[in-house]
């Protein structure tokens, strides 16, 4: 698989959360570093996600948002 993406971030799924439509998946990328993805159901049966399963994290954006208190 080859992408223009750069943000690429290798981890592994520590928790997978169905709903009606859409899934949470958490894949940690380091020591306490999660990221939480919102996937289809569709998406993840279609890609076999299975919790303890190693898992990229590729993130595209062309915003970024901060904010402060």
């Known amino acids: 698989m080859k992408l223009s993406a750069r943000n690429i971030?290798?981890?592994?799924v520590v928790s997978i959360t169905k709903?009606?439509?859409?899934?949470?998946v958490?894949?940690?990328?380091?020591?306490?570093?999660?990221?939480?993805s919102?996937?289809?159901?569709?998406a993840?049966?279609?890609l076999a996600l299975v919790v303890g399963?190693?898992?990229?994290v590729i993130v595209k954006s062309s915003d970024v948002i901060?904010?402060?208190d």
Not at 9 to 12: D, V, W
């Open 66 to 68: 901060i904010g402060v």
């Open 9 to 12: 971030l290798s981890g592994k």
């Open 26 to 36: 958490v894949v940690e990328v380091g020591p306490g570093q999660i990221i939480t």
């Open 19 to 24: 709903g009606a439509t859409t899934a949470h």
């Open 44 to 46: 993840v049966e279609e």
């Open 38 to 42: 919102a996937i289809t159901n569709e």
């Open 53 to 56: 399963q190693a898992a990229k």
